[in-house]
Nanobody, 115 residues
Framework: VQLQASGGGLVLAGGSLTPSCAVS????????MGWYRQAPGKQRELVAE???????NYADSVKGRFTILRNMAKNTLWLQMNSLKPDDTAVYYC??????????WGRGTQVTVSS
């Protein structure tokens, strides 16, 4: 499984961004897919994901502001981010886990929110 995130950028506080992630390879084997982020000096944290039963899970800090989306083919994943805050500044990574519990990571995309 290969993942490639894009669509980050610089935005003012209160603005919006929607990075995307292109997924290729053994998509049929993917069980969980989502987005993580890592801010400078902090650990990587879950932002949002589709769980194995297709439901969604969000970090408390982004609930009501971010929406995770994917297409029917599951080869594209988006993270619709609204009402961005400076605390959302981080490198955002797309993630997938297959049924064998192998984890896959794409290169991140930088999101910078200025106040």
């Amino acid at each position: 499984v290969q993942l490639q995130a894009s669509g980050g950028g610089l935005v003012l506080a209160g603005g919006s961004l929607t990075p995307s992630c292109a997924v290729s390879g053994s998509i049929f084997s993917i069980d969980v897919m989502g987005w993580y982020r890592q801010a400078p000096g902090k650990q990587r944290e879950l932002v949002a994901e589709f769980t194995s039963d297709g439901s969604t899970n969000y970090a408390d800090s982004v609930k009501g502001r971010f929406t995770i989306l994917r297409n029917m083919a599951k080869n594209t994943l988006w993270l619709q981010m609204n009402s961005l805050k400076p605390d959302d500044t981080a490198v955002y990574y797309c993630h997938a886990r297959d049924r064998g519990f192998r984890n896959y990571w794409g290169r991140g995309t930088q999101v910078t929110v200025s106040s």
